[in-house]
């Protein structure tokens, strides 16, 4: 290996420090929910580049079933923004504040 | 033997068991009648030890049989044992027969009331604790009965407890039966000590070993014991009960506080009349106590309008006599009057029910009058009673008085001349409840409420008054004197000895006590037909009177100088420390949770970027805390 | 030198459609840039020797994932779009730092370690066999739980999807608000409130008058 796995595991950051910005910023829940795939990306990233350093198929194993959950994820968060679409029509996440105390 | 001494003591409770267990899955009548039976029974296993003892050598007549040993620590030991002898067996026959019979009664005087089977649940269980009183054969035992005797009193005086006064006369009755309790528990504390037991032959045999006569603990556990008695008994200084526990039944009132449970005291210096001897200045006091409240009550009695509270300081009156009869050292005397007592007092109470029944509750005799022709047997079986109240048959006061005439000495000769003035006050009393309730013209609200159906009572309370009115005819027989029948005065005088008076003071007596009481009855019955003479003899009692209609202030004595000032500090406690410190701090304590648990939750805004902001920021924290950790 | 060259033109595509999506106004800008950072990613883990992986990446993805995406973002058409509405401009500040924070901190723990070169791997690394081997030997209970997720995603998915709201009724609450609890005196209070009004019943008071008879 000629790139070491410290370089992957970097890139993995800063794509995760970008989705977490998103997150921060972004008031549409569609674009919220993309920020989130970009950091369970960056996740499945630094895993796999360290199953790769370890020579273990863990961290592969680990990897899947994250994108798995991801998947479902985003399957009960998008019903979620169609059902709220379809009911109030305003698709803004700070005044989606029904679950307060 | 033995067998009979256990079936008899835990029949009752056997009873309690049963009725408890059965609750309202049988009928009222059917847990009556069953109530009745397990006395009965109990009554029969009683009977069985007379038998038995009556066959056996006069020497030998004192068993002590042990189930277990219920108590103990170091080398002291409290077994669970019954004495059965001559006392016991007399006791045990008292309180089992004329128990019984008086459970039958109630069969139709709680006939309706819809707690019917508590009643006779709480009836048995006062047998049983009554049983266990007597037969005890150690002082523990026979202060666990005392207590429990304590208990079912409590509950049989409150049985009407929606109503407040029978609540206030069970706590007035409990907590200075309490009084008495401490009273036995430091006499039994120096049993411990000195003695290492309290079984009844070894505490006798040994006691003036360890105490000498006259000496300071001596008289202290004396002392301890009169305590117990004056309350239990209903003597001054602790008879203000008595009068108020009339708000029970009157089946209870005939029972507990006629017949057995205020005659617990008696029993208890009979059977130990030996540590009284022991300590003869509580002997005296005794004595004297006894007649200060023989002529107490007899002049209260005078003044009477309840028909039941006539009969109560009536009761208080004749143990007086009997207190009197211990304290001079005639104990089967005093055992004798007991059992006479039982008899009539149980017949006269349970005649009053039987009017009062007819009356539909009332029990003012201002409001009776002219009820013998609606009542003609019940009266002839009250005046069985009055009769043997006032002493002319059986010989029961005049055996007291003979004997303290023949003991002589200052406390002995007061004794019979203030029971001399006491016959004549009883011959009023019970002479002019008589009057005022069958005779004379009958009141409108008798004629009004009397209500006779068939019969002048339901067959259950006329036939049980019978066979008291029977039974006391009957013990007249048992002790006559002048060498005619001494029965029961042999049958106790192992155990329970008595001062034989000569036949000369004997006869003296009861021609006096007679007169007296005789005297007293004619005089009365001539009064209330003459309203002039009523008047004229009436004058120069006024003051005196009405010092006899207070009860001679004793309960407001009481009120000042014990109820009040207990009652002042609770509320004080609860007032300021109850409130305050024990409320305060459960509020203080949830107020706290609250106000933690609402600033908490206004931590949930709905908003989600604000959550994944903490969330972050948390996560950046353990981050770092990670990686200084991994530096290090 | 093929490595690193691929390493570099990956990554900096994976970080310019990260920034594109999470940038543009535009929700489609915003998916499309997405699925370019998912063909990224599964350049790197290729470069990974995890083969497997990359083609379940780019299937599931960039595939099923990303379309459903694009799906919703096309039903939903012009309310997609980010409402208008100034921000204050040290929030945005703030977010940068935190974000700039957190990548940083991850990329100084890495760095900080001394990491040697990995172990020499054959082809069979990121086969299927070794990881289906995995996932029904060392991981099978991970492999179950997975499977119920799925399901009850895939169950939540058809809930939330053919649902009829029924019609308010005039004072029913609405659909996110809560109704408020009825105060009700606690027992305490009330306990205490009696308490404190209680009288003193004295017995003692017979009936005891003069006699009239």
């Excluded at chain 2, 054969?137 to 006064?165: D, M, T």
Aim: some cysteine.
């Amino acid at each position: 290996m000629h790139v070491g796995v410290q370089w992957f595991v970097s890139v993995s950051a800063i794509l995760f420090g970008i989705g977490l910005y998103g997150v921060f910023t972004r008031r549409s829940p569609l674009i919220l929910l993309l920020s989130v795939e970009i950091m369970l990306n960056a996740c499945n990233l630094a895993l796999i580049s360290f199953s790769r350093y370890q020579g273990q198929q863990s961290g592969q194993v680990f990897a899947l079933v994250v994108m798995a959950v991801a998947a479902s994820e985003v399957v009960v968060g998008l019903g979620i923004v169609v059902a709220v679409a379809r009911r109030k029509g305003d698709l803004d996440v700070d005044r989606l504040t029904g679950l307060r105390n | 033997m033995e067998a009979l001494a256990w079936i008899c003591l835990f029949t009752p409770l056997v009873g309690v068991a049963a009725l408890t267990l059965a609750g309202s899955r049988i009928s009222r009548q059917a847990a009556a009648w069953a109530g009745t039976l397990f006395a009965f029974v109990a009554f029969a296993a009683a009977i069985g030890e007379l038998i038995a003892m009556l066959g056996e050598n006069a020497s030998a007549r004192a068993h002590t049989y042990t189930l277990y040993t219920w108590a103990g620590s170091g080398t002291f030991r409290v077994p669970f044992s019954v004495l059965v002898d001559p006392l016991s067996v007399t006791e045990m026959l008292i309180v089992a027969g004329v128990g019984a019979v008086i459970v039958m009664y109630s069969i139709g005087y709680m006939l309706g009331d819809v707690k019917e089977r508590r009643f006779f649940v709480y009836l048995d269980l006062f047998l049983f604790s009554m049983l266990l009183l007597v037969m005890a054969g150690n002082f523990v035992l026979l202060l666990a009965g005392w207590g429990l005797v304590g208990l079912s009193s409590y509950l049989l005086i409150g049985f009407w407890h929606e109503r407040p006064e029978p609540v206030a006369a069970a706590k007035k009755a409990f907590v200075m039966n309490a009084i008495g309790d401490v009273g036995i528990a430091i006499a039994i504390f120096f049993m411990v000590r000195d003695l290492g037991t309290t079984d009844f032959s070894t505490v006798f045999s040994t006691a003036s070993q360890h105490w000498a006569k006259g000496s300071a603990d001596a008289d202290w556990v004396a002392a301890g014991l009169l305590l117990g008695a004056l309350a239990k008994s209903a003597q001054i200084p602790l008879h203000t009960w008595l009068p108020d526990a009339m708000e029970g039944p009157t089946p209870v009132s005939a029972l507990i506080h006629a017949a057995t449970m205020v005659t617990a005291g008696v029993y208890l210096v009979a059977r130990a009349h030996v540590l009284f001897e022991n300590a003869p200045d509580i002997q005296t006091l005794v004595a004297l106590l006894g007649l200060l409240t023989l002529l107490m009550a007899g002049v209260v009695a005078l003044v009477q309008t309840d028909i039941k509270r006539i009969i109560a300081y009536s009761t208080m009156s004749q143990i007086g006599y009997m207190f009197t009869a211990v304290g001079v050292g005639a104990y089967s005397a005093g055992m004798f009057l007991l059992l006479a007592h039982a008899f009539f007092k149980a017949l006269l109470f349970l005649g009053a029910g039987i009017v009062i029944h007819a009356l539909d509750g009332e029990q003012d005799v201002r409001r009776m009058g002219g009820l013998g022709s609606a009542l003609p047997k019940t009266k002839w079986m009250m005046w069985i009673g009055t009769i043997a109240l006032i002493g002319f048959w059986p010989f029961s006061k005049d055996d007291v008085l003979a004997a303290a005439l023949q003991k002589g000495g200052a406390t002995a000769d007061l004794v019979w001349a203030g029971g001399l003035v006491g016959a004549f006050f009883t011959g009023i009393y019970a002479t002019r409840l008589m009057r005022l309730t069958f005779y004379g013209e009958r009141s409108q609200f008798a004629s009004e409420h009397l209500h006779t159906g068939h019969g002048e009572a339901p067959w259950v309370m006329f036939w049980t008054v019978a066979l008291l009115a029977v039974g006391t005819l009957l013990a007249g027989f048992l002790e006559i004197g002048y060498g005619i029948s001494n029965v029961f005065f042999d049958w106790l005088a192992r155990v329970a000895p008595t001062i034989e008076p000569t036949d000369a003071r004997d006869l003296a007596t009861t021609a006096l006590a007679w007169l007296a009481g005789g005297g007293a009855a004619l005089l009365t019955w001539r009064a209330y037909g003459d309203p002039a003479l009523l008047a004229r003899l009436k004058r120069p009692w006024g003051t005196m009177a009405g010092v006899a209609e207070h009860k001679f202030y004793w309960d407001e004595l009481y009120d000042r100088i014990a109820y009040l000032p207990a009652s002042a500090v609770a509320i004080a406690i609860y007032r300021f420390f109850e409130r305050w410190v024990i409320w305060g701090t459960i509020s203080l304590v949830t107020y706290i949770v609250s106000m933690v648990a609402r600033g908490t939750a206004d931590a949930q805004t709905g908003i989600v970027r604000q959550y994944a902001t903490v969330l972050v920021a948390g996560a950046a924290v353990l981050g770092v805390y990670f990686l200084s950790k991994a530096t290090l | 030198m093929t490595y690193d060259i691929v390493f570099i033109v990956a990554s900096v595509v994976a970080i310019a459609a990260a920034l594109m999506v999470v940038l543009s106004g535009n929700p489609f800008i915003s998916s499309l840039s997405l699925i370019a950072n998912l063909i990224a990613l599964a350049t790197f883990y290729i470069l990974l020797q995890s083969d497997f992986l990359a083609a379940a990446q780019v299937i599931v993805y960039a595939g099923a994932v990303m379309i459903m995406f694009l799906f919703v973002t096309a039903y939903l058409g012009g309310r997609a779009d980010e409402p208008t509405r100034q921000r204050p401009w040290w929030q945005t500040l703030a977010a940068l730092v935190a974000s700039a924070g957190i990548a940083a901190e991850i990329v100084f723990g890495v760095e900080r370690e001394s990491f040697l070169h990995g172990p020499v791997v054959s082809d069979a690394f990121g086969a299927p066999q070794a990881i289906a081997a995995s996932f029904l030997g060392r991981y099978l209970l991970a492999f179950e739980g997975t499977s119920v997720m799925l399901l009850i995603a895939a169950v939540g998915g058809v809930v939330l999807a053919t649902r009829r709201p029924a019609p308010r009724g005039a004072d029913e609450p609405g659909a996110f608000e809560v109704e408020q609890p009825v105060r009700v005196q606690s027992l305490q209070s009330s306990v205490m409130q009696a308490e404190t009004e209680f009288e003193i019943v004295r017995s003692g008071a017979g009936s005891d008058e003069k006699d009239a008879g």
